[in-house]
């Protein structure tokens, strides 16, 4: 058990870029989430997967962003046309499933929009 | 919507003493979970605790404690002989049964132990 993995920590980019980060969850863990963190404050929920399917998004999730989980393993996040208050760390937490709700989290990935 | 309140930015303890990170929360549901999340400086987010609102037994793990008070909305954590290692942002989180699990955070506390 290696723990949930993103890739990369840190990504600095400018305004108008698009940027894609990576996930790896817990390799028996069917639930992959997605949580964005702006400084001081707890994290929002994004979306999350079961298996390879997307079942729940937040109406954070606006249409610059999108989440897949080809083949129910890996996860990425694409923010297309980057903005300013896209600023923020991006949390990916995995878990077993239906019967267990414990969230385990990775590391998070640290964008910064110049 | 279900919402999760922390009203103490801060707090701060002595060594070896404890202390009790307060947190409320609003949900219509009536089976649902609830958590302390652990968040240290540049490191991950780790789980302290979880209690399942259907058991009316406060949940424990070694120096970590609940008081769960369901018809008042009330969840804190009380952690006890405090040291240096759990000085950390905490975040009390919320999650209902039936959709997905995920999570609903406060706002978090930031505890500062004292030597």
């Known amino acids: 058990d290696t723990g949930v993995s993103q890739d990369p920590r840190h990504k600095i980019t400018k305004r108008g870029q698009n940027v894609t980060f990576r996930c790896d969850p817990i390799?028996?863990?069917?639930?992959l989430y997605w949580y964005r963190q702006t400084l001081g404050q707890g994290p929002e929920f994004l979306t999350y997967?079961?298996?390879?399917?997307?079942?729940?998004k937040s109406r954070l999730l606006s249409d610059r962003f999108s989440a897949e989980r080809p083949k129910g393993s890996f996860s990425t996040l694409e923010i297309q046309r980057t903005e300013q208050g896209d600023s923020a760390m991006y949390l990916c937490?995995?878990?077993?499933?239906?019967?267990?709700?414990?969230?385990?989290f990775g590391p998070g990935t640290r964008l910064t929009v110049t | 919507a279900q919402t999760v309140t922390q009203s103490q930015p801060e707090m701060s303890v002595q060594e070896a003493e404890t202390v009790t990170l307060s947190c409320t929360y609003d949900?219509?549901?009536?089976?649902?979970?609830l958590f302390w999340y652990k968040q240290p400086p540049s490191r991950q987010m780790i789980l302290v605790i979880r209690?399942?609102?259907?058991?009316?037994q406060n949940a424990t793990e070694n120096r970590f404690s609940v008081n769960f008070q369901k018809a008042a909305k009330s969840f804190s954590l009380k952690i006890s002989d405090s040291q240096l290692g759990d000085a950390a942002m905490y975040f009390c989180?919320?999650?209902?049964?039936?959709?997905?699990?995920?999570?609903?955070f406060g706002e978090g506390t930031q505890l500062t132990v004292n030597p």
């Open positions: 989180a919320y999650s209902p049964e039936t959709s997905g699990s995920r999570l609903t």
């Open positions: 937490a995995s878990s077993l499933g239906v019967y267990s709700y414990e969230q385990y």
């Open positions: 997967f079961q298996n390879e399917a997307q079942l729940e």
């Open positions: 209690q399942e609102a259907y058991k009316q």
């Open positions: 949900t219509s549901e009536s089976d649902y979970y």
């Open positions: 390799s028996e863990h069917n639930r």
